[in-house]
């Protein structure tokens, strides 16, 4: 107890900058409200050594998963606003939660700190190459004609390509048979198989297929066309301009963190993310680097719970 | 009533089938059932709430006929102290700490065995939580703490 | 002869001395983490992901394998010598496996593990190296109406499991089945049975269950049997196996291994139903001396071979088509992204170094396993015969750490001793938990793949019947339903005769 008293004076006295310069002198834990190995766990494990370079202190991962994000979530909110407890999690556990679960016990605008909306990965719309249609516009006379035949797996009831799916039948006044998997694999396995006919998927889930030709990419639904698929125009170009959907992972921290932690953690996430050997291991698998400041966040945050709200509204989607 | 039951491992076996059943059937009222060509999340939890309760009702109308052995006594204190200590280790983890939380497991668990001694039952949860702490935290990497907050170092 | 061509190649991959080395390290660390309960093959592989950030993408992938298949190797190791089923291929190895150890078998058990995998793997290896791209097409013709079918038959097989009452055995089924349910429904995302406790909402994890059942219930029933135990296993007889006893495993060997080969391709769950389907296949076929589920070392060696088998081949459908067989697949495809390596078919085509060298290491792993393993059989049998009122305490200490290990949460560690309590009540009951444990597996597959069935054919059940893989395996179902029955209606006829 001594020693780090005196450590942590002279720590201040050599940065003159008052006693909460210690900050952090001990590790940095980032809970990750969903199991190891997903792509959520993925992104923390890759900016954890960065970080903890920048840091000076070890950064760890910790999964907390259940209740899509939920769990971890709650138990981020109820931490000390200390700097010592972080939370990485996606679009699900930000912004559709809200409006799907009936006892969320967290509310993501209110009870964190937003610290930066880390990565970005757009969704690609895909069919299964027996799919009669070239294009967008073929496929929405596809379903015309074929109205609640057609089937659209997805990866989990409220999951990111689930309200992909209905924002999509929604804006192209369409209908289809939604099919729940668990989780991305699955889905993806049954549509290159032909089992299921059309889906939205991380494009880094797909690229594999699409360019063995064992999917077919008939949109993508980013702003900009991505990188990896050129020829593949965004569903904006086609007319489609609310059609603009990405999943993305973000950070946050309790709320009340004091302004230079908060700083500190700012810096040392911005160090990880736009660190060229970080950066691509990030790009490689498909993520869009997004760095952004907690500000952007902040309006990025609104925005989309904005247009979830809507989506899950207008299309119906319950949990039961 | 006792007399009645001829065989009583198939009694109870078969009591707590139709309770379980009973309670799926009653607890997925509350779920959409859905029909059988579009089932609802109801449908599979009430049918097999209706087959367990089959199955038990058979097996307690069995054993009004079979005669079967009874059922052997409960070793109450062994139960206790072995989920007790478990239970206690949940109880204690985060605050006390991995090795106080295991060294308490350690002593509690092995108070259920007769050959019990507590020197070596010190000495075993001492070594124990030692190496635990050494090859899960140190090693492995888990998150816990060795010694918790409650501590307050 | 491209296939030799192709093998060298990938031995030379295999054999450069950093590959040799990770293989190594890879597999101790996955029979270590397979010993132990609960830190299973993903939460490894995820925690050790970043380490293999500086690695050739092909010496990470060595690596990362080799935790995989270590894991399932070690896996059999606590199930036999403790009756600790760490996941739910080992359950079975548990039932003749340990029943072999209480007799004071438990090296011989060991080493028919041992061996039965090293040849399982190798064989496996080869039908990778052979057939890997048509055995993946062949996967695909697995949809949802054909999984249900399959789990049907599964679960009409796994009446053959109990060895006591026939009632009591679906029973158990049924329990099970119901456990399984609880949690978030995949097709509605409805939570059931959860009662608003969010600890609940992914459901009960498998381990728990099993540490519970087992390891718990089976320390309390060991604790009142006082010191018959320690007696029991005093009298240890052979490490290892004869030429004869071989030669008797062998044909159970290379059963398990063709049924764990084909199931441990099909990416919906076929890899845990291949232990339970060999052991079924055992059971009716092997002409055993002692009988099941008392120590029948054909009830170790087939699952075995079969559970090995199976984990080699579920890495077909990831190489040859950047499909994800399990999570730990799953897991395996985001490590070769990292690398900046796009999984899919052209996988083979554009690194035939990487497709090539991990075959040839899965094979060398095999080796490395074999050599690691039998050597430790002795230093195991010997850990088993510590006098038992020193060795349960800390049985319970690795479950529970195992336990919390899983999802952080103490939660999982009081479900546990509440199932410790329900395993030893059953035991008091002669209710039997392994049809239960199946039935758990495979109750939310099954209730998944019959409603995504239907939600896709719009409700029409034809599909069941009309595609022909489907239909195939439904009426497999039905004469195995036949044959199961046959032996329990035939004994109540002498019964009545007896009468």
């Known amino acids: 107890m001594m020693k780090k008293t005196i450590t942590a004076l002279l720590a201040g006295l050599v940065l003159a900058a008052g006693a909460q310069a210690a900050y952090p002198d001990k590790p940095v834990t980032i809970i990750v409200p969903f199991p190891p190995g997903g792509s959520t766990d993925m992104l923390a494990r890759i900016m954890t050594p960065k970080m903890s370079e920048k840091l000076g202190q070890p950064v760890v991962v910790e999964n907390k998963p259940g209740a899509t994000g939920a769990i971890g979530a709650t138990q981020v909110k109820r931490a000390a606003p200390d700097g010592y407890t972080v939370l990485c999690a996606s679009i699900g556990m930000w912004a559709a939660n809200p409006f799907l679960q009936k006892n969320l016990a967290y509310d993501p605008a209110k009870d964190f700190d937003l610290l930066t909306v880390a990565v970005k990965s757009p969704n690609v719309l895909v069919t299964n190459p027996n799919v009669p249609a070239k294009d967008v516009k073929e496929l929405v006379a596809y379903l015309k004609q074929k109205p609640n035949k057609v089937t659209f797996p997805s990866s989990g009831a409220g999951s990111s390509d689930h309200l992909s799916i209905a924002l999509f039948w929604m804006l192209t006044d369409t209908t289809g048979i939604h099919v729940p998997y668990k989780g991305g694999g699955p889905a993806i396995a049954d549509l290159v198989a032909g089992h299921a006919e059309v889906s939205f998927q991380n494009l880094n889930n797909v690229i594999g297929h699409i360019k063995a030709g064992k999917l077919r990419a008939l949109a993508v639904t980013s702003e900009k066309r991505a990188a990896l698929l050129p020829d593949v125009p965004t569903m904006v170009e086609l007319g489609y301009k609310d059609m603009v959907v990405t999943s993305w992972q973000a950070l946050g921290a309790p709320k009340g963190l004091p302004a230079d932690v908060k700083n500190t953690l700012h810096a040392a996430m911005m160090a990880a993310l736009k660190d060229p050997e970080t950066a691509k291991k990030l790009t490689d698998p498909g993520f869009e680097v997004t760095a952004s400041t907690p500000e952007e966040f902040e309006k990025f945050l609104q925005s989309e719970l904005a247009k979830w709200k809507h989506v899950i509204e207008v299309g119906k989607i319950t949990l039961d | 009533m006792s007399s009645l039951i001829k065989h009583p491992r198939d009694f109870y076996a078969g009591l707590m089938y139709s309770a379980v059943g009973l309670g799926a059937i009653i607890i997925a009222r509350d779920y959409n059932m859905g029909t059988s060509v579009r089932m609802g999340p109801g449908y599979f939890p009430t049918m097999l709430g209706g087959l367990l309760v089959l199955v038990g009702a058979i097996s307690m109308v069995r054993s009004f006929f079979n005669k079967g052995e009874g059922i052997p006594a409960f070793s109450w204190k062994e139960i206790v102290l072995v989920l007790g200590s478990v239970v206690l280790f949940g109880v204690l983890v985060r605050g006390a700490g991995l090795v106080p939380s295991l060294i308490l497991l350690v002593i509690v668990s092995a108070w259920a065995s007769d050959q019990f001694r507590l020197k070596t039952a010190l000495l075993l949860a001492v070594l124990t939580s030692v190496f635990s702490a050494l090859v899960f935290v140190k090693g492995l990497g888990l998150p816990f703490a060795i010694i918790g907050p409650w501590f307050g170092i | ?499």
């Open chain 3, 1 to 499: 002869m491209d296939i030799l061509a192709n093998l060298s190649l990938g031995f030379s991959t295999a054999f450069s001395l950093a590959n040799l080395f990770y293989c190594f390290v890879g597999v101790v660390l996955g029979t270590l983490i397979g010993v132990l309960p609960g830190l299973g093959p993903v939460a490894t592989i995820a925690m050790l992901l970043p380490v293999t950030f500086s690695f050739q993408p092909v010496t990470a992938l060595i690596m990362l394998a080799g935790i995989f298949y270590g894991a399932q190797y070690g896996g059999s190791t606590t199930a036999i010598l403790v009756n600790l089923p760490g996941e739910a291929s080992s359950v079975i190895t548990a039932l003749d496996g340990h029943a072999m150890a209480k007799r004071g078998e438990a090296g011989k058990a060991l080493a028919t593990a041992a061996i039965g995998s090293f040849i399982a793997g190798t064989i496996a290896t080869f039908l990778i190296a052979l057939f890997a791209p048509p055995l993946a097409e062949m996967a695909l013709k697995f949809g949802p109406a054909e999984y249900f079918s399959l789990l049907v038959l599964g679960l009409v097989v796994s009446i053959v499991l109990a060895h006591g009452s026939l009632l009591h055995a679906l029973g158990m089924i049924f329990l099970g089945l119901l456990l399984g349910i609880i949690g978030t429904d995949v097709n509605s995302g409805a939570e059931r049975f959860t009662f608003g406790a969010p600890w609940l909402a992914d459901g009960v994890n498998f381990v728990v269950l099993a540490m519970g059942m087992y390891g718990l219930g089976e320390i309390i029933n060991n604790l009142e049997k006082k010191d018959k135990r320690d007696l029991m296993l005093k009298s240890v007889s052979g490490l290892r196996l004869s030429w004869a006893e071989f030669k008797h495993i062998l044909p159970s060997v290379l059963r398990g291994t063709t049924v764990g080969s084909f199931l441990g391709i099909l990416p919906g769950g076929g890899a845990v139903l291949s232990s339970f389907a060999s052991y079924a296949v055992e059971k009716k076929v092997a002409k055993s001396t002692v009988p099941f589920g008392e120590g029948a070392i054909e009830g170790v060696a087939g699952p075995e071979s079969a559970n090995n088998a199976g984990s080699q081949t579920s890495f077909i459908p990831m190489l040859t088509l950047g499909i994800p067989s399990n999570p730990t697949m799953a897991i395996m495809i985001g490590a070769m992204m990292i690398h900046s390596i796009q999984p899919g078919p052209s996988v083979l085509s554009e690194q035939p170094a990487l497709f090539w060298g991990l075959i040839a290491s899965m094979w060398i792993g095999n080796l490395f396993l074999i050599v690691l393993n039998l050597p430790l059989i002795g230093l195991w049998v010997k850990l088993i015969t510590a006098p038992y009122h020193l060795m349960f305490p800390v049985i319970i200490v690795f479950c529970a750490i195992g336990v919390i290990s899983i999802n952080n949460t103490e939660w999982d560690v009081f479900m546990m001793a509440f199932f410790g309590l329900a395993g030893y009540v059953f035991s008091k009951l002669e209710c039997e938990p392994a049809p239960m444990l199946l039935g758990f597996i495979l109750g939310p597959m099954m209730e998944e793949y019959l409603r995504r069935a239907l939600l896709m054919s719009s409700g029409d059940f034809s599909v069941f019947f009309t595609r022909p893989l489907s239909a195939t395996l439904l009426v497999v179902a039905a004469v195995a339903m036949v044959v199961v029955l046959m032996p329990s209606i035939s004994k109540k006829r002498e019964e009545t005769f007896k009468e």
